[in-house]
């Protein structure tokens, strides 16, 4: 996997600090299991410095040293005891060796979706497989894909963003997708159009591509790995997975 979520680095934070719905779910099963835990796609650390606050030892892995960096700045920032308690490690989720095993392993907020092939998925389970305890829990959030969705249509992501990149400056994110249904892939593009103080209107463009997955679809692919769903939640609330839910919460253990 290239290192292409460099690229959101610089405003990650920015885009996305409204977003705290899913940490008190997150926080609660790393309480419930216990540490050590582990973030795969740890980014710039929205929920990995929540839960090291609340005195888990948990290890965070990125693919992008960039987002690292910015989590290494935040942590920085942080009291001695919160310091102690993180490990941040440039790695790709596909394939790690940590040796150590967690009791506690979350793929959080749609990052398995950018593993587009089953090698792909599969090299992941596996690699969380062999670090997880035995009594352990893994947890991975991704969307319920609609399919009914238009393409093609540019869509605002958000608040405009103040003073970013610079003082004066404005930024407004947009996104218009395409579906390849044969493929179950979303080929999203994401515009970042930043007017600067002067009136200059710049624009930065990055695509992405992420896997949408069905319920009964990913379980099989949980089983095949090792995996046995023992929750399935549709919202960061916890409330029970249906048809129309926004998200697929899946929590499994080992079989």
Known sequence: MKNEFDAYADFYDKWN???????PLWLE??????????????????????????????????ISEKMLDKAREKLN??????KR???LLQGDMRNFHLKKEFNFIFIPFNSFLVLLSSEEQNNCLRSAYKHLSSQGRLAISMFNPDLSRAEGVLRSEGDILEDYPQAGDTTQIFSNQFFDKPKQIIKVRIFVDTTRRSGELFRKTIDLK????????????????GFET??????????????????????????
């Open 210 to 225: 992420t896997r949408y997955f069905f319920q009964d679809e990913f379980e099989k692919i949980l089983f095949s790995n």
């Open 85 to 87: 308690k993180v490990t």
């Open 230 to 255: 023992v929750e399935l939640f549709g919202n960061y609330d916890k409330a029970p997975f249906k048809e129309d839910s926004p998200f697929m919460i899946f929590v499994a253990k080992k079989r």
């Open 29 to 62: 099963y790393a309480r419930k299991c216990g540490s050590p835990v582990l973030e795969l796609c740890c980014g710039t650390g929205r929920i990995l410095l929540p839960i090291a606050r609340e005195g888990m030892e948990i290890t965070g892995l990125d």
């Open 77 to 82: 920032k942080e009291p001695e005891e919160v």
């Open 17 to 23: 600090e409204n977003f705290i719905s899913d940490i």
